[in-house]
């Protein structure tokens, strides 16, 4: 049996009941270590959300899907905290008013980088927490694997957004498989390294296929070009301008439009079909 240890802040850790899906391990932690303010609730509902740490702009834009929708729920988003899919996962679930568990595969008492330290500071005042089985540990290359495992127990599913052939998120799904936890897989690409472990998992029967529930907007079904377009790839104004043979000023024009109305959204400079719940 482990005991749960409040590192920093809460004194009644024997209350801690909500626990007990780590026991479904073979080796449960032995200690727990977290920064936050503890909430029971937390444990209630989760949802584990881990992919690639080299995650493309169709990983971005899976996440950018999928995190309100478990939100919309009142589910909590379990993930890694490591950069890539895990971070934009607890950041898109900060955005978008849920709370969000991020498992540490390092002691709860290393330092962080500027940039992880905003994000731990964000999902702390958000209603998350920060959880390690460590006090004082480096990252190793056995600690994430060792994360990995409490990533799933501690979830009752577990969605793959991106994952080359060797990720560490194909490990999270094995021990979900193992754990008897639902395991989505987001399928790609198949021009995609990050794509080919999560198309792996739905050829080989080991992750259902997530699709989503939301569907397109109605403005789909106009006879709108740039829509059309769009519907098949993101592109610039420019790239537009070009595939049209339309000067730059009536793209924009177009495209600003279309942006008012919630029919495209724009990030880095590309357009993209606007997904509604």
């Given at each position: 049996?482990?005991?749960?240890?409040?590192?920093?802040?809460?004194?009644?850790?024997?209350?801690?009941?909500?626990?007990?899906?780590?026991?479904?391990?073979?080796?449960?932690?032995?200690?727990?270590?977290?920064?936050?303010?503890?909430?029971?609730?937390?444990?209630?509902?989760?949802?584990?959300?881990?992919?690639?740490?080299?995650?493309?702009?169709?990983?971005?834009?899976?996440?950018?899907?999928?995190?309100?929708?478990?939100?919309?729920?009142?589910?909590?988003?379990?993930?890694?905290?490591m950069y890539g899919v895990d971070q934009y996962a607890h950041l898109?679930?900060?955005?978008?008013?849920?709370?969000?568990?991020?498992?540490?595969?390092?002691?709860?008492?290393?330092?962080?980088?500027?940039?992880?330290?905003?994000?731990?500071?964000?999902?702390?005042?958000?209603?998350?927490?920060?959880?390690?089985?460590?006090?004082?540990?480096?990252?190793?290359?056995?600690?994430?694997?060792?994360?990995?495992?409490?990533?799933?127990?501690?979830?009752?599913?577990?969605?793959?957004?991106?994952?080359?052939?060797?990720?560490?998120?194909?490990?999270?799904?094995?021990?979900?498989?193992?754990?008897?936890?639902?395991?989505?897989?987001?399928?790609?690409?198949?021009?995609?390294?990050?794509?080919?472990?999560?198309?792996?998992?739905?050829?080989?029967?080991?992750?259902?296929?997530?699709?989503?529930?939301?569907?397109?907007?109605?403005?789909?079904?106009?006879?709108?070009?740039?829509?059309?377009?769009l519907d098949m790839e993101a592109l610039t104004a420019d790239e537009?301008?070009?595939?049209?043979?339309?000067?730059?000023?009536?793209?924009?024009?177009?495209?600003?439009?279309?942006?008012?109305?919630?029919?495209?959204?724009?990030?880095?400079?590309?357009?993209?079909?606007?997904?509604?719940?």
């Amino acid at each position: 049996m482990y005991v749960s240890v409040d590192y920093h802040e809460i004194k009644n850790w024997q209350k801690i009941r909500q626990l007990q899906n780590l026991l479904d391990l073979s080796t449960p932690p032995k200690n727990l270590y977290f920064r936050g303010v503890w909430n029971p609730k937390l444990f209630e509902n989760c949802v584990a959300v881990v992919g690639s740490r080299r995650m493309t702009d169709y990983g971005q834009r899976a996440v950018e899907k999928i995190i309100p929708q478990i939100v919309a729920q009142r589910k909590t988003v379990v993930s890694g905290f490591m950069y890539g899919v895990d971070q934009y996962a607890h950041l898109i679930c900060c955005e978008s008013g849920g709370k969000t568990i991020a498992v540490l595969g390092w002691g709860i008492d290393e330092k962080l980088s500027r940039e992880d330290l905003k994000l731990a500071k964000k999902i702390i005042d958000c209603g998350g927490i920060l959880l390690s089985e460590w006090k004082s540990q480096k990252p190793t290359h056995w600690t994430f694997p060792s994360r990995n495992r409490i990533v799933a127990a501690l979830s009752q599913e577990v969605i793959v957004v991106e994952a080359a052939l060797h990720s560490g998120s194909l490990i999270t799904a094995r021990i979900a498989n193992r754990l008897n936890r639902v395991v989505w897989a987001v399928p790609g690409p198949i021009t995609s390294r990050t794509s080919v472990g999560t198309n792996k998992l739905i050829a080989d029967g080991k992750a259902k296929m997530w699709l989503g529930v939301a569907s397109k907007t109605s403005l789909l079904q106009s006879d709108d070009p740039i829509l059309q377009i769009l519907d098949m790839e993101a592109l610039t104004a420019d790239e537009l301008g070009r595939k049209l043979s339309l000067p730059i000023a009536e793209v924009g024009a177009k495209l600003s439009i279309l942006l008012v109305s919630g029919a495209i959204l724009e990030k880095g400079g590309k357009y993209y079909i606007a997904d509604v719940s």
